[in-house]
DNA sequence: CGGGATCCCTAATGATACTG
DNA sequence: CAGTATCATTAGGGATCCCG
């Protein structure tokens, strides 16, 4: 299990879903299309400026769709591509795992770690 | 799938085994019991620093064992615990995805991305 | 509304030297 | 061998302003 083919495959999903806020993301984008401005309300700790980046990057690894409506005012509708899709049994694994983490091992009080 | 809890869930395991290092560490640990040394050796790339800094954290988190045996020189052990043990789905499914993704969309030619 | 462009700061990480 | 301790560096991220 734990050898260098292993390593790197993991390692590569690291590169690409890593980081603080694309996981995230993919969690609200799970059920359905959004648009910019649903994302943004209902993540109201990243900035506008991670949001716009962090999409950017996921359009580029072909995870996600990025549909421009021409008119005024604009609006963008972001969705998995069907590719994209394949991160539902990661999300699953890993919301399963934290439910788990968060009964063994509760959050410390009235912190935030 | 997208709703709150899901979202927190997803959010507890990346603070948990998010990052850099945990993943790849534990990647060695999955086999059986590894020396601080190996573990250095095996992860040309991490420094001292940051592996230890790391596996304390994930000690911490109740996640690995660490053995010391008092002799000179000094000889410490790390290990996952009963409960380090469920981290294998996890790394088995990104892991699986990772490879996948390899396969799709390949990395950059003589580059590290 | 959905961004882009700047400036800025801090937390995370790295390099290096030292030690029981 | 398995770490600390300290200093230097950098990348991630935030605040703000501007734009079609």
Known sequence: MGDQRFKDSVETTLKVIGGKWKLVILCHLIDGVRRFGEL???MPHITQKMLTQQLRELELDGIIDRK????VPPKVEYSLTEYGLTIKDV?????????QHQQIIPPLP???R
Do not use: C, E
């Open 40 to 42: 943004k309300r209902d």
């Open 91 to 99: 999300l699953n694994v890993l919301s399963k795992w934290g439910d």
């Open 68 to 71: 421009v409506y021409t008119q």
């Open 110 to 112: 009235a912190d935030d």
